[in-house]
């Protein structure tokens, strides 16, 4: 019973934090366009909030790796992020905007707990034996939060403004914080039931933690495959978001479409993740990322047509391919990560991603404006090189069946 409650509160404080993170890119570009009147400016506050997550998603795992109480910092960074959207909320249109931009950054740099941070917590509250369902569960709050949290962005500022779109935002990963707090803590060195407990080596310092991590995805083959081909992946859904306002008013005859489109690309993620939570044996997780991958080229070079019916199916056949994929890039995670660099690893794919999508954003806008059906050929080009990079990292017997190695556990690390 206890394992049951420990597991629905992670659930039900991921999925707050995660929602407010989701709801606060849109509440953002809807407060700065209604304060300062410029797509532009609004637009700086939401890459300044983002564009710092690349720095910031190792340090933060390199320090939730060493905390006793991985929870408790979690927390705080949890509410130094809430605090960075108030502080913006506060400052925008009172102070000069580069200042405003300057602070999102700071706040960005926390970014990856509400997301990789939560994510590497998981085995400590759900048992060895329900991992694979506790982890089709925590996917399913991604999408739950990227269904919910720009529909809610849109509807909060209609009925009360854009800056309460800000609050509610913040009110969520507020919310959030007891569940944090309360996750379990690392294992103490005498919990083993000895009666003393060998001298602790020295702790090495964050940097070569840092280094560690980074050596750890790049040295084990199914991280390094795995990261590389989501990093790359996500450059095309980057793509395909910018792309997706055009593509409601070429097929439906309004932008405003763009978020119908949207919603029915996390419903059918969402759709597809509460299958595998609900039988997570059908989850393969090394052949998931591939062929996941190959759906997405295919659903984004269906939706280059711009036609109100394929465009929905290419939509339906995306989202229920980037749900599973999400699904099965945690799964290799968590079997392929050391304990010691779990935060990091998590943290650290989740920047990575969040960069490779940024990428894809800003290269969508300039391509679509050149070329819709254009942009999104090139990203099924992307999702054709991120499966094309897959099988590089992959050995030739591994094709037929190869079993992963880990290189920490040959060296003595005991995990």
């Not at 390094?224 to 409601?248: D, E, F, H, K, W």
Request: charged share 10%; with cysteine.
């Amino acid at each position: 019973m206890m394992m049951r409650y420990r597991l629905a509160c992670y659930l039900a404080g991921a999925t707050a934090a995660r929602t407010g993170d989701e709801m606060s890119g849109p509440a953002l570009l809807l407060v700065g366009l209604a304060v300062t009147g410029s797509a532009s400016a609004a637009s700086a506050l939401l890459a300044g909030i983002t564009v710092s997550a690349a720095v910031g998603g190792p340090v933060i795992g390199a320090v939730l790796d060493r905390a006793a109480r991985p929870g408790r910092l979690l927390a705080a960074a949890l509410a130094a992020y809430a605090v960075t959207l108030l502080l913006i909320l506060l400052s925008l249109g009172r102070i000069p905007l580069p200042v405003v931009v300057a602070a999102a950054v700071l706040g960005g740099l926390l970014g990856p707990a509400l997301a990789g941070g939560w994510t590497a917590q998981l085995p400590r509250v759900a048992a060895p034996d329900g991992l694979p369902r506790a982890t089709a569960l925590d996917a399913l709050t991604y999408n739950l939060a990227g269904l919910a949290g720009p529909v809610l962005a849109g509807l909060v500022a209609l009925l009360a403004g854009a800056p309460a779109g800000v609050v509610v935002s913040l009110t969520l990963i507020l919310l959030a914080l007891p569940a944090a707090w309360a996750l379990p803590g690392r294992p103490s060195a005498s919990d083993d039931g000895s009666a003393t407990a060998p001298r602790a080596a020295p702790a090495p310092s964050i940097v070569d933690d840092l280094v560690s991590g980074f050596v750890a995805i790049a040295s084990t083959r199914p991280l390094a495959r795995a990261t590389l081909t989501s990093v790359v992946s996500y450059v095309g859904v980057g793509m395909l978001v910018t792309c997706t306002p055009l593509l409601g008013d070429a097929a439906f005859g309004s932008p405003h479409s763009g978020t119908f489109l949207l919603t029915v690309l996390a419903a059918a993620a969402l759709a597809a993740n509460a299958l595998l939570a609900k039988r997570p044996r059908l989850l393969r997780p090394d052949a998931t990322v591939l062929a996941s991958t190959l759906a997405l080229a295919a659903a984004f070079a269906l939706a280059a047509t711009a036609s109100p019916v394929p465009l929905v199916a290419a939509l339906v056949i995306a989202g229920a391919a980037e749900g599973p994929q999400l699904t099965a890039l945690f799964a290799i995670r968590h079997r392929e990560a050391p304990e010691r660099l779990r935060g990091q690893i998590f943290t650290t794919g989740a920047s990575l991603k969040i960069t490779g999508y940024a990428v894809g954003a800003g290269l969508g806008g300039p391509l679509a404006t050149w070329s819709l059906p254009g942009a999104l050929l090139v990203a099924a080009g992307c999702e054709l090189l991120a499966a094309v990079g897959y099988m590089a990292c992959t050995p030739p017997s591994g094709r037929l069946g190869w079993r992963p190695t880990r290189p920490w556990a040959r060296a003595g690390s005991g995990t």
